[in-house]
């Protein structure tokens, strides 16, 4: 059975630091491409970073880059989002996603809630 649990979310305040840790089980982890999304209420669902299976190259979007950073452990199977400086306009749920294209697989936890606040 796959699953995906995340952690670490909570109340922060701003320009504090938060690092949110998702484990996985019942896939092989180190082949997925791995992803942190998250999404406001009111709005869509955005990614925020992705880290590959091959290369462990990573990719963000403007919003966090130079604050926030993704990182994985193969042999835990986890993948990890280092979150620093972070803004009000960061208050969301975050999602772990992960996914295999090659073979059509694409797998979501159930998110954590991170809140930005005075």
């Known amino acids: 059975q796959v699953q995906l649990v995340e952690s670490g979310g909570g109340l922060v305040q701003p320009g504090g630091s938060l690092r949110l840790s998702c484990a996985a089980s019942?896939?092989?982890?180190?082949?997925?491409?791995m992803r942190w999304y998250r999404q406001a209420p009111g709005k869509e669902r955005e990614m925020v970073a992705l880290i590959t299976s091959a290369s462990g190259s990573s990719n963000y979007a403007d919003s966090v880059k130079g604050r926030f950073t993704i990182s994985r452990d193969n042999a835990q199977n986890t993948v990890y989002l280092q979150m620093n400086s972070l803004k009000p306009e960061d208050t969301a749920v975050y999602y772990c996603n992960a996914r295999l294209a090659t073979a059509g697989m694409n797998y979501w936890g159930k998110g954590t809630l991170v809140t930005v606040s005075s």
């Open positions: 019942g896939f092989t982890f180190r082949t997925y491409t």
